[in-house]
């Protein structure tokens, strides 16, 4: 497939470009007024996650109303465990809450995985369709999903935590049903994730979002492995790890077959390159907060940042999601500094 | 003042032990059944924190019950911005909140600060004289404050919080008057540890627990330089900073007179090591989920990690405060395993 503006899978690819790409985590969101009209039309989040055209709506929104270089599919991490049988509630202002947890490996058998858990996920795969008719090859369109640690965490503590030592103990105390849990995860977001590449995806972005709550030996031994399974089963396609708070496992991720790596604003290019090596191309990593300052103060400080990654093998990003309450003339004027850019 | 069990200052003096000494962030808390029993006799935590003798209980509590080579004097970081004029609630399995907020420079005008607020706090001085009279000369004894950059983190957010953005948002937007709110945070916080020091400390640790959430660059600007500050007014004895998450400061730190850096659970021994040079001492650095495992992979996992940072230079905790509910028998399983460790 060609696209009228194919910058973002060019540099994806590692190929050189006359600037580099530019997209915002959660571009599809509340900075958007006119998300914010949309999504009061449903009457909570997963109604509006579970329906295709309400969600692919959401999804070409930022592109028509930002300029960004890609789109990425509007939907949620937490849609895997729930079609796996582990159901939860997004509860406004607050996240997302597991009525039951996974706490050993009766919970864990009884789980669906594979194609039988993603079969339930056929309206993100619609989603995806329906974005890509609506963006109608202007750019290229990317899918995503929770890496499996991060879905674990989830299911075993119940909820977001400041510590997540609920999850962390389970990998100290039963370290065998925490991979067969890990394994079950796995199965599932491949299915998941082959299904959203039929469905049009052209990059796929894995969000390890707890990923610096764990030490690097037991990231090395409880996200590293399935990270390399999910990669190694989509060869079909270029793929982003963001793995935030995981600075440690740069050198891992040189090692596993991702073509993107996310860096949160943290982490200094240089820092990243030399661990990476010359061939990954590097994601990132404005910080959010960056974009409550002055436009001009924007400008200045997203092309120094351009400057420290270097020409080549760098997507413009920022280090996490764009906060709910950026003002959405900050939010252009990134995108508008990026696309000012040139090498 | 010399000590029964000296190992802990002449460690975090730089010269060589038969062991690493051994002591928990948090050890005086939750964990020890007669931290709790003690506890249930006030209404709520702060009355408790500012009763000299029940915090001078709380503080030689686990020197009895657990055998750590140092004692910390039981108290808040947060009693620093109360001194200064800012009051805060302690509210029960969610933190501290703050009613009041500062917004700008006019709230930040009409904070005390120095000697004004440290006179606020005499009920930590007492503390201390008191524990160091329980104590009876068997160990040193630990002061503590939040870094600047931490107290500020609170008085402008208002509570915890997963990222900080309105604090991080009023750097970028103020910086003028970010910096008067940590000077003033600063003189305060160098006259309180003063006043410690004198009420018979024999060591400071700097608590910079939201480290973590700024960018290298902005640690330089908002946070190294009060650390600095705060360091060269206290020559008097030897201090510690411990900065979560802020592993790309470790070359700053290096620079600091602070003779001992603490490391979170993320952050390899070897790594610390490379960046901060030979000359400091390590603490650190045992995840706290760590002593959820069985008391035997405790000990072997205790003894790997001494071995990692090698001999000397070295004083053994965890890399964040021990989880309350921890069991009593492992935190022991944990003191013991350094104690049996020999070089």
Tied chains: 1, 2.
Excluded at 73 to 89: C, H, K, Q, R, T
Excluded at 127 to 153: N, V, Y
Excluded at 291 to 318: C, S, T, W
Aim: net charge negative; aromatic share 12%.
């Amino acid at each position: 497939m060609t696209y009228q503006n194919d910058l973002f899978l060019r540099a994806a690819r590692g190929e050189k470009t006359e600037r580099p790409p530019v997209w915002l985590m959660r571009q599809a969101g509340r900075i958007l007024p006119q998300y914010r009209e949309l999504r009061a039309k449903f009457p909570d989040f997963k109604a509006f996650v579970k329906t295709p055209h309400a969600a692919a709506e959401a999804t070409v929104q930022p592109v028509d109303e930002l300029g960004v270089d890609a789109a990425i599919v509007f939907s949620d991490i937490l849609v895997v465990p729930e079609a796996m049988g582990l159901n939860y509630e997004m509860i406004e202002a607050k996240g997302p809450k597991f009525p039951k947890v996974i706490t050993g490996p009766k919970d864990i058998d009884i789980l669906l995985d594979g194609d039988a858990a993603a079969a339930h996920l056929v309206y993100v795969w619609d989603a995806i369709a329906e974005s890509k008719k609506r963006i109608d090859g202007r750019i290229p369109l990317i899918g995503f999903a929770g890496a499996p640690w991060t879905i674990f965490a989830y299911m075993t503590e119940g909820s977001g935590s400041k510590t997540f030592s609920v999850a962390r103990r389970m990998l100290y105390q039963q370290p065998e049903a925490s991979h067969a849990l890990l394994q079950k995860i796995t199965t599932t977001t491949i299915a998941y994730l082959k299904g959203q590449i039929a469905a049009g995806a052209d990059l796929l972005q894995i969000f390890d979002s707890w990923a610096g709550e764990l030490s690097p030996e037991q990231y090395r031994t409880f996200a590293v492995p399935y990270l390399r399974q999910i990669a190694e089963a989509l060869p079909e396609i270029p793929k982003t790890i963001f793995a935030k708070g995981a600075w440690f496992a740069l050198e891992d991720f040189s090692e596993l077959p991702y073509q993107v790596v996310g860096l949160d604003w943290n982490t200094p290019a240089a820092f990243a390159r030399a661990r990476v090596g010359t061939e990954q191309v590097l994601q990132g990593n404005f910080d959010p907060c960056g974009l409550y300052a002055p436009p001009a103060d924007i400008e200045r400080n997203v092309h120094e940042m351009i400057r420290q990654f270097g020409p080549g093998k760098h997507i413009v990003n920022l280090g996490h999601g764009v906060y709910p309450d950026t003002p959405l003339d900050n939010v252009k004027a990134f995108v508008q500094a990026v696309k000012g850019f040139s090498w």
